[in-house]
């Protein structure tokens, strides 16, 4: 596998898009994690300022492939009418260390994240779960739609933003027959089975009071330690599931400052790889997913955007 770099194929997001479905990288995402795969043990990414926001290298390897994205977050973008993220992505040959394709990262991670949320979220959510609330009228707001309805029997969503006109187009972007979608607000809350939080919120996004006993919160909107879309006695009265505990305790706002404030202890966290070895799954209480992103679930996704569905 791989080759000179004026022969390394380039898989723009319309080729990703056609090749990978959601429900599909849920599947490689679970999988990764029911064959043992550690995430505390992936390479941890740097984070690197520069002036108008941040790069973030994100390395991994993953059985016969490694891969690294170059991510950019530039909070000025959706001013522009940009992506905040972007990314770029190289998929490696791990015994050669040759370039295998060079991949559409931006469209890469707007397929991946939603896939990891929906990959926990088939584990603990309400098997019933029907009402979902989004808070972000983002490209991650609107897959993670995608996602949850292809775990769960979701009829109604609602989509809550700062933005009137932004939300009205999340809303019109997955309008579907039978699928009662519209403009809610942060009292939805307390009619949900899943919330999703995928925004650029630095303080909580609504009253944890509200979240009733058996829905599941996901939260993919912050890597900083100093913001948070959760307010801290959710996590208090939760069961918290993340994705790697020395990711959360470095990255993850909403965990940090919920056990700065004493509302939670590290040793209750719940490492997102539990819920595929067979241990109990959680119950009694809301499961709260936080997210950060890592590198190992980009690699676990991008094989199967090459022709070959990565089986070469």
């Not at 740097?46 to 492939?65: A, F, I, K, N, T």
Request: proline share 8%; glycine share 10%; hydrophobic share 45%.
């Amino acid at each position: 596998m791989g080759g000179t770099f004026d022969s390394l194929p380039l898989i723009d997001g319309p080729a990703i898009a056609g090749r990978v479905s959601m429900r599909a990288a849920i599947d490689a995402i679970a999988r990764v994690l029911r064959s043992g795969h550690d995430p505390d043990a992936d390479p941890p990414r740097s984070v690197v300022d520069v002036r108008h926001g941040q790069l973030l290298l994100m390395p991994s390897e993953l059985g016969g492939w490694v891969g690294q994205k170059l991510a950019t977050v530039a909070p000025g973008n959706p001013a522009r009418g940009l992506d905040r993220i972007q990314a770029l992505y190289v998929l490696i040959d791990a015994e050669t260390l040759s370039p295998v394709a060079l991949l559409d990262g931006t469209e890469l991670t707007s397929l991946r994240t939603p896939a990891v949320s929906a990959a926990a979220l088939e584990v603990v959510a309400a098997p019933d779960a029907a009402s979902l609330v989004v808070f972000g009228t983002g490209p991650q707001g609107v897959r993670h739609v995608e996602a949850m309805r292809a775990i769960r029997p979701v009829t109604r969503v609602r989509f809550v933003g700062r933005d009137p006109e932004r939300a009205g187009r999340a809303v019109a972007s997955v309008a579907r027959p039978g699928l009662d979608v519209a403009v809610g607000s942060a009292a939805d809350v307390a009619d949900a089975d899943v919330v999703v939080c995928a925004t650029t919120a630095r303080e909580p996004l609504f009253d944890g009071a509200l979240v009733p006993d058996h829905a599941s919160v996901v939260a993919v909107g912050s890597h900083e330690p100093a913001a948070r879309e959760l307010p801290g006695d959710l996590l208090a009265r939760a069961h918290v599931v993340v994705e790697s505990t020395r990711v959360a305790l470095r990255e993850a706002g909403d965990v940090i400052l919920a056990i700065d404030e004493g509302r939670l202890s590290a040793d209750e966290l719940i490492p997102m790889a539990t819920l595929f070895d067979g241990s109990p799954v959680p119950s009694g209480r809301p499961v709260v997913v936080k997210t950060c992103g890592m590198g190992w679930q980009d690699l676990a996704v991008a094989p199967l955007a090459l022709p070959d569905g990565g089986s070469a």
